[in-house]
């Protein structure tokens, strides 16, 4: 990628003070680039930078008034946060601009591969499989039979999809996550052993979920584990079996949820909660980080928080009451010589 300065202003509908012409080849923050890197300044608390940066060009709010002369070449636009996003946009398009079908690898005779597919290097592509146009597979990706894929997906290297899956248009799924993978079914027998169920069912990830790197999704033991559109699944997720998850719900990474769990939409769900199973979560849920969910959620819009979760606001006044126990200890002790000491007098 190399772009000037009056290239990247005309991208931007910007305006550029300084060096039209001067280049860029790299993405940089402020602090640390070097000449050739593009930097933007968006938050004042970094101002102090601009005055030193390496930077070959450095995008900036219009508005923003200088304290000191600059060295660098700056382009300013409307909002120098969005638009440093449309750039790494541009970048990313640019890194990912790969085509055609990679050699060695596997595609069976049945499968029906879309327009514009990129198929990295051994990458498995079972009977029946379907793949939309726009695709993008990469290396030792594994696609089971049946699976049916969407247009315009990414699956990065090392993404397994087992038998009979869905996958959406524009799903993205990061490296080593497994969609599909048995859920977690064994039936107890009287000596104390335990019989393997069949987990028989599929998953399905409708239109815009991402899904991070070595997250883990079951399939449903009958039916279905769904995740509806625009669901955002961060690194190290263990979804189970015929769980539901509602549409534009975030969930952060060590979260477990538990089989037939229902999570509404537009819930956040922070890191390392843990859900058990056959309850519901109400719509626009928030859940703190580490808490834990051992029963169903009603009310709607609701913040939680703890193990066992309680209302959010409970919960921080909970912990300050916590807090103090030291004190309130010292108290007590206080208050049992006191009546002790009282108990002696009165002998």
Known sequence: MQFTAQEISLMLEGTVDGDPNVSVNQLAKIEEAASGSLSFLANPKYEQFLYTTNASVVIINKDLVLNEPVLTTLVRVENAYSAFTVLLEKYNTIKMNKSGIESPSFIHPTAKIGKNAYIGAFAYIGPN??????????????????????????????????????????????SGAVIGGDGFGFAPKPDGTYTKVSQIGNVILEDNVEVGANTTIDRATLGSTIIRKGVKLDNLIQIAHNVEIGSDTVVAAQTGISGSAKIGENCIIGGQVGIVGHINV??????????????????????????????????????????????????????????????????
């Not at 909970?318 to 126990?325: A, T, Y």
Request: proline share 3%.
């Open 282 to 347: 109400a719509k626009g849920s928030q859940i703190q980080a580490k808490s834990g969910i051992s029963r169903s959620i009603d009310e709607e819009g609701k913040k939680w928080a703890g193990a066992p979760a309680t209302y959010y606001q409970d919960h921080m006044r909970s912990q300050v009451v916590l807090n103090r126990l030291p004190d309130l200890e010292k108290k007590i002790e206080e208050l049992e010589r006191t009546i002790a000491a009282l108990k002696n007098e009165a002998k």
């Open 129 to 174: 499989v379907v793949i939309g146009d726009d695709c993008k597979i990469f290396p030792n990706t594994y696609i089971a039979d049946d699976v049916i894929i969407g247009n315009g997906v990414t699956l990065y290297a090392g993404v397994k999809i087992s038998f009979d899956c869905h996958i959406g248009n524009n799903v993205i799924i990061h």
